[in-house]
């Protein structure tokens, strides 16, 4: 069964670096996602992306992130100058439509130190 | 802005057993979603619905979107089943995507 895959498994950045988090969503996917999760918190959205342009974005996102498809096959999560409070599992999601779930990769947890 | 409350918060089963997990919401919404989160913390979707029943296997997901009420049942419980097990709603004009999550149930079904 396709899958989404995220890469790395876990980073850890010093603070004030710039870090990438990669999906590679399931290929005929439309619709893209980032989540987050502090650790012992609920997951919370981040964005959505459709069509090369940003659907939503929660109060979370802010100037300090991006996301881009530099291609046809990943979906990137840029966290520009990282914090200590961004240190969460970051998940990315797809779906080929609105009317069907979301299909979760494994997660990137990210700590800042 | 909706809420999700899930209850209950933890709970512990005996291989056999069957479980109920609720979830409800505050606000109306187009479709909430059941999930389950492993130990390793990698989410799976269980569930999209709308309204009525939707099986699977050994789990069955309903919604009352009347009373703003959703359960999850897992019949003949097994340990296996053990995870985090996560409702989350979309809202009516917003991104599909733009989920709000409830804190989670933690299972554990002992053998």
């Known amino acids: 069964e396709p899958e989404v895959t995220q890469t790395p498994s876990h980073q850890v950045t010093q603070m004030g670096q710039e870090v990438i988090l990669r999906c590679v969503p399931i290929s005929n996917h439309l619709y893209f996602y980032w989540y987050r999760q502090i650790l012992g918190q609920k997951v919370e959205f981040l964005v959505s992306?459709?069509?090369?342009?940003?659907?939503?974005k929660s109060e979370i996102f802010d100037d300090q992130f991006s996301v881009e498809r530099p291609d046809g096959s990943n979906f990137t999560l840029k966290i520009r100058s990282t914090k200590l409070e961004d240190s969460a599992m970051y998940f990315c999601?797809?779906?080929?439509?609105?009317?069907?779930?979301?299909?979760f990769g494994d997660g990137t947890r990210l700590s800042i130190l | 802005k909706n809420e999700v409350e899930q209850s209950p918060q933890n709970l512990t089963a005996q291989e056999g057993e069957f479980i109920t997990i609720n979830c409800s919401y505050s606000?109306?919404?187009?479709?909430l979603h059941w999930l389950q989160q492993h130990p390793g913390g990698g989410i799976v979707s269980l569930f999209m619905?709308?309204?009525g029943k939707k099986k699977h296997g050994r789990l069955i997901a309903t919604i009352n979107i009347q009373e703003k009420h959703s359960s999850l049942h897992i019949t003949a419980s097994h340990p296996r089943d053990s995870a985090v097990y996560i409702c989350?709603?979309?809202?009516?004009?917003?991104?599909?995507?733009?989920?709000?999550f409830g804190k989670g149930t933690k299972l554990s079904v002992k053998p």
């Open positions: 989350a709603v979309g809202n009516y004009g917003g991104s599909q995507g733009n989920l709000i």
């Open positions: 606000v109306g919404i187009s479709a």
């Open positions: 999601a797809s779906r080929d439509s609105e009317d069907q779930p979301q299909h």
């Open positions: 619905l709308s309204s």
């Open positions: 992306f459709y069509n090369n342009e940003i659907s939503e």
